[in-house]
């Protein structure tokens, strides 16, 4: 059974850092591009960074800067390092792998982890 867990979410201040992890199971992700998304309450699951296999990377627009996705290979686990956090950075974040269409659209994904809550808050 392929499994995508995500992990590291929590309560914090705006300006902070954090890091949440995907940590996948069931095969392997090496040859495969991995993505975090985010859905707000109310709002569409949204695009936010993405690794490819080689390692390169792409942020939308909102984020570029301040987040920063990569992947330990040996773990089969996907990172994102969150700087600088603001309270419209609040959202549940997804780890997705996979990709067979358009990078930035949520339905080019198979694979889905169930979401780790982060609330950007004074």
């Known amino acids: 059974q392929v499994q995508l867990v995500e992990s590291g979410g929590g309560l914090v201040q705006p300006g902070d850092s954090l890091r949440l992890s995907c940590a996948g199971s069931?095969?392997?992700?090496?040859?495969?591009?991995m993505a975090w998304f985010r859905q707000a309450p109310g709002k569409e699951r949204e695009f936010v960074g993405i690794s490819w296999s080689l390692g390169t990377t792409a942020y939308a627009t909102s984020v570029k800067g301040r987040f920063a996705v990569f992947r330990d290979t040996a773990k089969n686990t996907l990172y994102i390092q969150m700087n600088s956090l603001k309270p419209e950075d609040t959202a549940v974040y997804y780890c997705a792998a996979r990709v067979t269409g358009t990078y930035f659209l949520s339905q080019s994904y198979e694979y889905w982890g169930q979401g780790t809550q982060v609330t950007v808050s004074s």
């Open positions: 069931g095969r392997t992700f090496s040859d495969d591009a």
